[in-house]
């Protein structure tokens, strides 16, 4: 690891690392992991889609969604409205229609276009909206988002006063054993490292850093999508919620 000279995209410290062929930067001091990709569009096409229409059909997939569903409306009353950013097919938005006034948002046109079919909910596929919610749901999201601090600015503006932000994410946490020497084995060998899908990698700490900063309060962190998603046995995937202050 060699010192990258690069400010952290989310703390702003001085104190990041990258390994000797440059793939991420690592921050020292709240952990995020920030990999030299850039999004790209094609990586999100018809093959995308489609593995998430098999995906629905897994018996994970109602678990999931329920517990989802759940969470959130412990912070939510009758008639809320919910965004759901990066719907995909729309597989929360099913569940949560039932119950709140739901849109959607995927750029994904293949999976906006079964998101369409398969809900009663408004598909958008673009963000440009002003309409406010009463609470955004990001559900495998913000790991692939190239400048996350934009779209939480945008977020935080059509969130209503005392809203909430429903996130999950994989939690570098579990990834990185900061007394390791391997340290970069660690992190390539996780199962989370994608480099040129998931930009992101966050740890809690990078996560308050980066929620706090815009005003929100957190309100929930747990790891209950680990036990409810086979494959994640180290606690893999965090979930946070978060009101606007
Ligand atoms: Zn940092």
Known sequence: MKSSGKPCPICSCKSTVSPEDDEYLRCLECGVIRTKYDYE??????AYAMNYLEYAKSPVNKSLNLFRLGLVARWLKENSTILDVGCCVGEFLRFAENHYECDGFEPNPVAAREAV???????????NGHKQYNCITMFDVLEHIQQPK?????????????????ITTPDASC??????????????AWKH???????????????????????????????????????NPNGDIITMVAVKG
Do not use: C
């Open 41 to 46: 569009a094609n990586q999100y096409g018809t």
């Open 117 to 127: 079919k398969r809900t009663h909910s408004t598909i958008f596929e673009s963000l």
């Open 150 to 166: 934009t779209l939480l600015t945008h977020l935080y503006e059509i969130l209503r006063p005392r809203g909430i932000i429903a």
């Open 175 to 188: 990834a990185i054993d900061y007394n390791s020497v391997t340290i970069d084995g660690n992190i390539r």
């Open 193 to 231: 490292w994608k480099p040129k899908e998931h930009l992101f990698l966050f740890t809690r700490r990078s996560l308050a850093i980066l929620f706090e900063g815009f005003g929100f309060e957190i309100v929930h962190v747990g790891m209950e999508e680990s036990d409810i998603r086979p494959g």
